[in-house]
């Protein structure tokens, strides 16, 4: 039979208030009633009735969650600090997709707006997608942080990597082993593509290398699969009398594409061309030949913007003084670059 909160304040001769707040480790009780609460809840595998907790609080500690693309390396390692900390703070958490198409990103939005989350984790589409329906969220009372791709005009805490600097050690990198036609392969419109592009101009020239701007490829993720568009793309330039010596990748999923590309149109990898990019794979090392990159500190990311969130849900102060946060990248350089 399942017991209550009733039946464990009269088996402990307490009232239900200091069970409930026990449970709920209150300031206000305790440790060591807290310690005999819990022991005893534990031991009688009590479970809260979360409507009943809902009413009373007017939350329902669950966090909205929209990602681009939960099958990316990256991504998935995002999402795992996400429930590492959502865990941790026992709340729930629902997660949507958005696959870097704004509409999806708008509807994701909505969806989860009338599933009365307490507040949203989203990593948007683009610098300026769903403007609207993300300041009608906060004008709601609930707030909003936004991880990974922190160039957003919304006014909120930010939580992503230093896109700049890891896109300049990667071009720095690859200037030094000698390289002088440096390709540039990003996706149109993302929300960090503005300043891994940046930090690849200011490492183009601190290398005193010439941007060559048919050696700038912009795929289209809302296009044909894109494996055929950086195919299509690649072979009139390997023709080409700028015939690129390297490739600089800018997201996760072109780097391993690219690299599949490169197999297809049997470009040995690094002896006709080197790459490297922004990759988080686990498997780095197990490609051939194993993967320069740089890597994202993905799991603290997903954290940190949990934990912001948090803060802001808690917060009985409605002004608020936002952050956005840069992480340290890491350059990990393997064979495909040497």
Do not use: W
């Not at 780095?284 to 948090?310: T, W």
């Amino acid at each position: 039979m399942r017991i209550t909160l009733k039946d464990i304040a009269k088996a402990l001769n307490l009232s239900a208030s200091t069970v409930s707040k026990a449970l709920s480790d209150s300031y206000e009780i305790s440790a060591e009633t807290k310690k005999t609460v819990k022991e005893y809840a534990a031991k009688h595998n009590f479970r809260p009735n979360k409507v009943a907790q809902n009413l009373k609080t007017g939350k329902t500690h669950t966090v909205g969650v929209i990602l681009c693309n939960i099958s990316n390396n990256f991504v998935g390692q995002l999402l795992d600090g996400i429930q590492t900390a959502s865990e941790a703070a026992s709340y729930d958490i629902i997660i949507m997709q958005s696959r870097n198409n704004e509409l999806l990103e708008k509807q994701a939005i909505e969806v989860l707006r009338m599933r009365g989350i307490d507040g949203l984790l989203l990593t948007p589409m683009a610098s300026d997608s769903s403007e609207k329906e993300l300041q009608e969220l906060q004008d709601e009372g609930i707030p909003v942080v936004l991880i990974d791709r922190t160039f957003h005009s919304l006014d909120t805490h930010k939580v992503g990597a230093n896109h700049f600097d890891g896109a300049y050690q990667a071009t720095m990198h690859l200037a030094q082993r000698g390289k002088k036609r440096i390709m540039h392969i990003t996706g149109r419109g993302l929300g960090v593509s503005k300043e891994r592009f940046k930090g690849f101009l200011a490492g183009l020239r601190d290398s005193n290398l010439e941007f060559i701007p048919s050696l700038n490829l912009e795929i289209d993720y809302s296009g044909q699969p894109i494996e055929e568009l950086i195919k299509e793309s690649l072979i009139p330039i390997l023709k080409s009398e700028n015939r690129p010596d390297a490739i600089f990748c800018a997201t996760d999923e072109i780097t391993s594409r690219t690299l599949g590309v490169l197999a297809d149109l049997e470009i040995a990898v690094p002896k006709d061309i080197a790459v490297i990019g922004f990759s988080n794979t686990p498997n780095a090392n197990a490609l051939n030949p194993a993967l320069s990159a740089v890597v994202q500190p993905a799991r603290k990311m997903g954290e940190l913007g949990f934990q912001k969130l948090m803060e802001m849900i808690n917060s009985k102060n409605k002004e608020v003084a936002f952050e956005t946060i840069a992480l340290d990248t890491e350059l990990v350089i393997r064979k495909s670059s040497l």
